[in-house]
């Protein structure tokens, strides 16, 4: 079943508290991240909280080990069910992230879905998204991380690459038919989404600055569930 994250990529805990109030009900996990956490911090934290919904803590942690690793532990202070670290900062920061108990759910990175081709050519004239997704997914498996980030478009090609392990997917990059793409490249609808069977879509303008989120919510939450009928009645 694909559950919802709605980014709360909002400025202030007004209006963070009015999104929670129009989609209570309706979605249960919500983001905090880089701009409502650099604001609000702890308070951003605990409104979603109050509001009974779970936290995916996005600071994309990046940095030498022990850093990454005490960022967690205070992630475990705050609550959040999910932190995410950025796969490039590597196997032993990873590791040294995983060995923190106990610890949130770690999601790893692995390219940004504002990231195009030519934009990977950083890393090497000869860099393909498809393959350092992969390289990134496996080295998050293998040192622990609980969930691949990742474009929807590169879902079937982690699970044919590695077919035996139960990887689980976390996948922004979600833009229904003709909708806007903002700064995002590599999107998908959300009923494609969901008929891939990622375990979690992570979404933000098109809920946060539609005219009516609640409906537009609603909306994604249908189009999800026409997509992915079975899966969605064994709940
Ligand atoms: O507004 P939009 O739906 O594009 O928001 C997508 C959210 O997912 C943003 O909060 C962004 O930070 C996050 N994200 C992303 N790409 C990643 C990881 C996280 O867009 N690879």
Redesign the pocket.
């Known amino acids: 079943m694909t559950l919802i994250i709605a980014?709360l990529?909002v400025d202030s805990i007004k209006k963070q508290e009015d999104l929670l109030k129009a989609l209570h009900g309706t979605i249960v996990w919500y983001?905090v991240?880089l701009q409502l956490f650099t604001a609000h911090g702890k308070r951003a934290v605990d409104a979603v909280q109050r509001h009974g919904g779970k936290v995916f803590l996005?600071l994309k942690l990046h940095d030498i080990p022990q850093t990454a690793a005490r960022a967690v532990r205070e992630a475990q202070k705050l609550g959040v069910d999910a932190v995410s670290l950025h796969l490039l900062g590597g196997a032993a920061m990873l590791r040294a992230a995983a060995e923190i108990m106990p610890r949130p759910k770690l999601w790893g990175?692995t390219v940004?879905?504002?990231m195009g081709p030519k934009d990977v050519r950083i890393f090497s004239a000869s860099a393909k998204i498809p393959s350092l997704v992969k390289s990134l997914a496996k080295l998050g498996w293998v040192g622990g991380a609980d969930a691949t980030?990742c474009s929807p478009r590169e879902v079937v090609l982690l699970k044919k690459a590695f077919p035996h392990l139960d990887m689980k997917f976390v996948t922004?990059?979600?833009r229904s038919k003709d909708a806007a793409l903002?700064d995002?490249r590599r999107v998908m609808t959300p009923g494609e989404a969901a008929r891939l069977g990622v375990d979690f879509i992570?979404?933000?303008?098109?809920i946060t600055q539609a005219a009516d989120p609640r409906k537009a919510a609603l909306d994604i939450l249908a189009e999800m569930k026409a997509a992915a009928p079975r899966s969605l009645d064994k709940e």
């Open positions: 980014a990529d983001k991240g996005d990175v940004l879905t504002s980030i922004p990059g979600i903002d995002q992570v979404i933000g303008r098109p």
